[in-house]
């Protein structure tokens, strides 16, 4: 009698990154990839990356969820990722472009975005593995404490939301100097009837 252990199926997760399988490796797929990072540069305020080696897909998937709204997390072919870059403002992007590095498009909440990145690499306890390597805001290359730094600066909502305060508080201020002097002269003029009737 012979025993068989019994065959174990075991189960992977592949984090495609435009390889054998993933969808980059035809000419079609290629195109598409080019033409979806450029619509994601057209939109974006700032870009940053930071290296893939050590997060498994469930970590980039979970990170991805809890992002802002308008920000993408994209792990991109070097050689992809060049050519939307190249003749545009965010062809500074290139020396960032080496190794495999997720790519994070930011449209608009550039702090909040950041936020997530450092919480995320935080929980999964992996801040020193997978640092920010740099980022690029308005064609200009930054390196990491100048993305951290930037990532310190108000959000549009935050200026605009601060911008309406004070436009807000103007009305109340002027109504209380003009009221102001009016009731000064009001007391102004009882006094002295006060005293004239006296």
């Known amino acids: 009698i012979s025993f068989h252990a019994p065959s174990r199926r075991i189960r992977r997760t592949s ?14 797929g290629k195109i598409a990839t080019v033409n979806n990072v450029k619509s994601k540069l057209a939109a974006s305020e700032m870009v940053f990356t930071i290296p893939v080696a050590g997060l498994t897909v469930k970590e980039i998937s979970e990170m991805r969820n809890t992002l802002p709204d308008g920000t993408t997390a994209m ?9 939307a870059i190249e003749g545009s403002d965010w062809s500074a992007c290139a ?5 495999a590095n997720v790519w994070f498009f930011i449209e608009e909440d550039i702090k909040g975005s950041l936020k997530t990145y450092n919480s995320s690499m935080k929980d999964f306890g992996k801040a020193e593995n997978n640092p920010i390597l740099g980022g690029v805001i308005d064609g200009d290359l930054l390196d990491v404490k100048q993305v951290v730094e930037v990532g310190k ?12 305060a004070g436009i807000n508080a103007v009305p109340t201020k002027l109504a209380r100097v003009v009221k102001e002097p009016s009731s000064k002269l009001a007391r102004a003029i009882k006094l002295a009837t006060e005293e004239k009737s006296e």
Do not use: C, F, H
Not at 20 to 25: I, V
Not at 75 to 83: A, F, Q, S
Not at 153 to 164: G, H, M, V, Y
């Open 75 to 83: 792990v991109v072919k070097n050689t992809l990722m060049n050519r």
């Open 95 to 99: 020396p960032l472009a080496s190794g």
């Open 15 to 28: 984090l495609y990154m435009g390889g054998a399988k993933g969808g980059a490796t035809t000419m079609d």
């Open 153 to 164: 600066l108000p959000s549009k909502l935050e200026l605009i939301t601060r911008i309406a």
